[in-house]
C-alpha cells in the first residue's frame, strides 16, 4: 500500500499541488517520500525517508520547479526500508521515464532475469517498483524497434500494453517521459486504486491528475473524470490532450481490504463509497451482537478507522456508543510501521482508555480488522486496567489467514494471529471474553452493494484465493525471504500461545 499522484499544468508549477496532495494521501505510508518534477528539459527529483512534512519544505518550491510532477509515500511491502528504495525511479533510455508505482509484482525473479540478463540492465535496488520501470522501458524500447521514433506517444502506449501482458500482480503506475507527457495504467484486475481528474486550466485546455484516492483532487481544484479501468493507459501529452487506450482486456477485482482499512472514508474507489461500506459493514456485524445475547454496556470504537462501522452496529442494536479511547494524534498509523516492536511500542503512545468508560461496564471494542493482534491485544488490556468488567471483540473483516501478495504487508502467514488458530483461541490469545468476525459474504455485499457493475473483489488475505494466479512456489519463497525472516524474529514473546503454536509449524 502506497500512494501516488500525479499532476500535468498547463502553465503553472506543481510543486504545491504535489505536496498538498501528498499530505492527504500520507495515510498510505510514512516510511518515505519523493517528488519528480518536470521543467519541460529536466527534471527535479527528491525524495527521502520520512513524512511529507518532514522531508520538504519551502525551499523545495524553489528547485522542484516544473509544470508536470507526481509524488509517491512509501510504505513498503518489497524491498528494504533503505531511503535508496524511496520512489520515484528513474530510467534514463528510452526518452528518459520516471515512474511512481503502487501495488505488488508477483513475478520478480522471472523479471528481473530477462531484465538482467536478456537486457543488460543494472538494477539498484532490490525493489519490484524498479523492475517494473525496467520493463516498460524494455517494451517501449522494442516499440521504437518495430514503430520508429517518429510517434513517440504511440511507442508509450505500446510499451505499456506490452508491459502488461509480462508483469503479473498488482500495480497502479504513474510515469513521467521527457519530451512526451504523463502515463497513468492499472492491472488488468484493477486491485490497487487509481482515478483521473481535471480542472480547467488558467489558460487554454485542462490540467489532469491521477492519484490513488480522489481525495488528493479536491485541495487542489481537481473534479474527478473517473476510475481508470483495469487493463487500461491513459496519457497526458505535452499539449495536454488526454489519449485514452485500453491497453489488455481487464476485469474488474479490486482489493476488498482497501475498504476495510487503506482507504480513507472519505474516498470513492471504483464508483462505492468506502465510508458508505464501512456504514453497511456495522449493519451486518451488528446482526451477530444482537443474535449473541450478550449484556452490553456501551460500543467503543477502536479509532479511527472503526468509528462509522461501530456507529452503525451501535445504531442497529440501540446500544449506547462511547469514546472511550483517545488517540494520540501525532503517532503514525501502527499497522503499517515497518517492523513488530515498533508496532507493539507505539500501541501505549497511540491510544490512551477514559476510565469512566469502562469501570464496572461490559464494553464491546469495534476494530476494522485484526491482522497480528498486536493492538488489539494491548487495548483489551488497557480496558481492564481501567475498570473494565467483560471486554468484547467484533472485527468489522473476517479472520486474515493468508498472505496478501498486492501490496498489503501481510507477506507470510506467520504474522497472522488467525493463521492455524480457531475463533475461540485467538480470543483467549487477544485475552477478550468473546469475539466476533464479520462474514466474508456481508463484507464481499457491504461493498459490492455501492456497484452491482464490480464482477468481484480481491479477498485473497481472507479466503487464499488469488486473483492473478500465485504460485505456491512464490508463496513459498516469500515466506523463505530474508525481509520475512527478519520480522519472524519479531513476533510476540516465547511462551504465548500463538507464538508456540506458529514455531510449531515453522
Not at 154 to 181: F, H
Not at 205 to 219: K, L, Q, R, T
Not at 310 to 328: C, F, P, W
Request: overall charge negative.
Amino acid at each position: 500500500m502506497c500512494g501516488i499522484l500525479g499532476i500535468a499544468n498547463r502553465d503553472s508549477d506543481v510543486f504545491a499541488e504535489i505536496y498538498d496532495g501528498l499530505l492527504m494521501l500520507q495515510h498510505r505510508g510514512q516510511d518515505a517520500s519523493g517528488i519528480v518534477t518536470y521543467t519541460g528539459e529536466f527534471f527535479r527529483e527528491r525524495k527521502e525517508n520520512g513524512l511529507v512534512k518532514d522531508v520538504f519544505g519551502p525551499q523545495d518550491a524553489e528547485t522542484l520547479v516544473g509544470t508536470i510532477g507526481m509524488g509517491h509515500v512509501r510504505y513498503p511491502t518489497a524491498g528494504s526500508l533503505s531511503a535508496a528504495e524511496a520512489q520515484p525511479f528513474f530510467v534514463n533510455a528510452p526518452y528518459g521515464i520516471y515512474l511512481v508505482h503502487n501495488g505488488n509484482i508477483t513475478n520478480t525473479a522471472e523479471q528481473r532475469e530477462k531484465v538482467t540478463g536478456k537486457y543488460s540492465r543494472h538494477l539498484r535496488t532490490t525493489s519490484d517498483s524498479e523492475i517494473l520501470l525496467n520493463v516498460l522501458a524494455d517494451k517501449v524500447a522494442d516499440a521504437i524497434k518495430v514503430n520508429g521514433n517518429a510517434d513517440p506517444i504511440r511507442n508509450i502506449l505500446a510499451g505499456a500494453k506490452m508491459t502488461m501482458e509480462r508483469v503479473q500482480g498488482a500495480y497502479s503506475v504513474i510515469c513521467m517521459i521527457a519530451g512526451v507527457g504523463m502515463l497513468a495504467f492499472r492491472d488488468p484486475y484493477g486491485i490497487r486504486p487509481l482515478s483521473v481528474a481535471k480542472r480547467a486550466a488558467k489558460g487554454d485546455g485542462d490540467d489532469y491528475a491521477f492519484a490513488s484516492e480522489d481525495v488528493a483532487f479536491g485541495i487542489n481544484g481537481f473534479e474527478k473524470i473517473r476510475d481508470v479501468k483495469p487493463g487500461e493507459a491513459l496519457l497526458v501529452d505535452l499539449d495536454g490532450n488526454l489519449h485514452e487506450f485500453q491497453a489488455v482486456e481487464g476485469r474488474l477485482n479490486p482489493c476488498i481490504f482497501e475498504y476495510v482499512y487503506l482507504a480513507r472514508p472519505d474516498t470513492m474507489l471504483d464508483g462505492v463509497s468506502v465510508y458508505k461500506t464501512q456504514l453497511r459493514m456495522g449493519q451486518a456485524l451488528a446482526q451477530q451482537i444482537k443474535e449473541s445475547g450478550l449484556e452490553i454496556d456501551s460500543i467503543i470504537p477502536v479509532p479511527d478507522s472503526a468509528r462509522p462501522v461501530a456507529l452503525e452496529v451501535a445504531n442497529a442494536t440501540g446500544i449506547r456508543y462511547r469514546e472511550g479511547l483517545v488517540k494520540n494524534r501525532y503517532v503514525g498509523r501502527t499497522f503499517i510501521m515497518p517492523g513488530q516492536q515498533e508496532r507493539k511500542k507505539s500501541v501505549r503512545r497511540k491510544l490512551n482508555a477514559i476510565p469512566l468508560e469502562f469501570k464496572g461496564l461490559n464494553v464491546l471494542l469495534i476494530d476494522d480488522s485484526i491482522v497480528r493482534g498486536n493492538t488489539i491485544k494491548k487495548i483489551v488490556e488497557m480496558c481492564r486496567d481501567a475498570g473494565a468488567k467483560k471486554v468484547y471483540i467484533a472485527s468489522a473483516s473476517p479472520p486474515v489467514k493468508y498472505p496478501n501478495v498486492y501490496g498489503i504487508d501481510m507477506p507470510t502467514k506467520h504474522e497472522l494471529i488467525a493463521n492455524g488458530l480457531g475463533v475461540d483461541e485467538i480470543r483467549q490469545e487477544l485475552g477478550a471474553d468473546a469475539l466476533f468476525y464479520q462474514n466474508l459474504d456481508d463484507l464481499v455485499w457491504a461493498a459490492k452493494e455501492g456497484n452491482p457493475d464490480i464482477e468481484g473483489f480481491d479477498c485473497s488475505c481472507f479466503n487464499g484465493e488469488y486473483v492473478t494466479g500465485v504460485t505456491q512456489d512464490y508463496l513459498d519463497a516469500l515466506e523463505n525471504s530474508s525481509r520475512v525472516s527478519a520480522k519472524i524474529k519479531d513476533m510476540p514473546a516465547a511462551g504465548s500461545s500463538w507464538n508456540q503454536d506458529q514455531a510449531a509449524s515453522n
